[in-house]
């Protein structure tokens, strides 16, 4: 590929190449941009022809940026933010939010802790909106895939910015109706529930295994949500967060907090998107009303 003259790219190109490099997806980027997967790829090849070079390699995973493509990108991202920033500094009542704000965590995080929190801040800004996601991989804050993560780890990634919120502690559950009475009548015979295939590594799952290493789940569901479920239904005996399980009256705590089950809460941004007014707000807002017992 030789470019005959020097192609001048433009904001609408950057717009192009950063939400291709975002999802790796002709559609998906296409549904972010407004516009159909074809004129996508047309815009890319068109980019491509005019620098002479190509900027991303086509895979089974989706469509990769290559060097140049990440850098130009990295250049968009700059671009997006200072733009978003001079939006809010020229909105017309500057203590007023408006936008959207994408969120990812886990489902009982989400359920449990951020959605409650965001109840009153919406309720003071009409205008703001929010993206939750809910999954137990961390989505990717460097292609801003979200704005803010809330997220149960002992080493958050180093490229973040972030705070911890304090220890996540758990403690094994029985029904309240039903079950054993004390710890000591629990065995490795016990009707568990627990996250053994979805999450094998969970503190929770790590836990029964010392503790309990012959005990098979009779339940083994993906979701710490669904043994709060089992558990609360007289199904079997369940670790769970604290947070999640102290409020069910259906509940029967058999222990108090397990220390070497417990991890930490952060609460994580992108550099770039901390500056953005909207984030900024929502990231402070969390971090001061976000209480784990």
Do not use: C
Not at 20 to 30: F, I, N, P, Y
Not at 107 to 135: C, I, N, W, Y
């Amino acid at each position: 590929m030789i470019a005959p003259t020097q192609y001048q790219l433009s904001s609408a190109d950057l717009q192009v190449l950063l939400a291709l490099a975002r999802t790796g997806s002709l559609a998906a980027a296409g549904e972010r941009l407004g516009v159909d997967a074809s004129t996508v790829f047309r815009s890319v090849q068109r980019i491509e022809r005019g620098l002479g070079q190509p900027l991303f390699q086509r895979t089974r995973g989706g469509w990769l940026p290559g060097e140049l493509g990440q850098a130009l990108a990295a250049h968009a991202e700059t671009i997006e933010a200072a733009l978003e920033a001079a939006r809010s500094d020229a909105q017309l009542q500057p203590q007023s939010l408006s936008g959207s704000v994408r969120i990812t965590s886990t489902d009982t995080v989400m359920h449990a802790l951020v959605a409650p929190a965001l109840k009153p801040l919406q309720a003071a800004h009409p205008r703001l909106s929010f993206e939750l996601a809910t999954g137990n991989e961390l989505a990717s804050l460097t292609r801003r895939d979200a704005d803010i993560a809330v997220r149960a780890t002992k080493k958050p990634p180093a490229h973040l910015v972030g705070r911890p919120l304090g220890p996540i502690r758990v403690a094994l559950y029985a029904p309240r109706k039903g079950g054993p009475k004390r710890f000591e009548d629990v065995s490795e015979t016990s009707t568990w529930v627990g996250v053994d295939d979805a999450l094998p590594e969970h503190p929770s799952v790590l836990w029964r295994r010392r503790h309990f290493p012959k005990a098979q789940p009779a339940w083994r569901v993906n979701s710490l949500l669904t043994v709060l479920e089992l558990v609360a239904l007289g199904l079997g005996i369940g670790v769970l967060p604290m947070f999640l399980a102290q409020p069910q009256a259906a509940l029967r705590a058999l222990t108090g907090p397990l220390e070497d089950a417990q991890t930490d809460l952060w609460l994580l941004t992108h550099p770039q998107a901390r500056h953005l007014r909207r984030v900024s707000a929502v990231y402070a807002h969390l971090g001061e009303t976000l209480v784990l017992p």
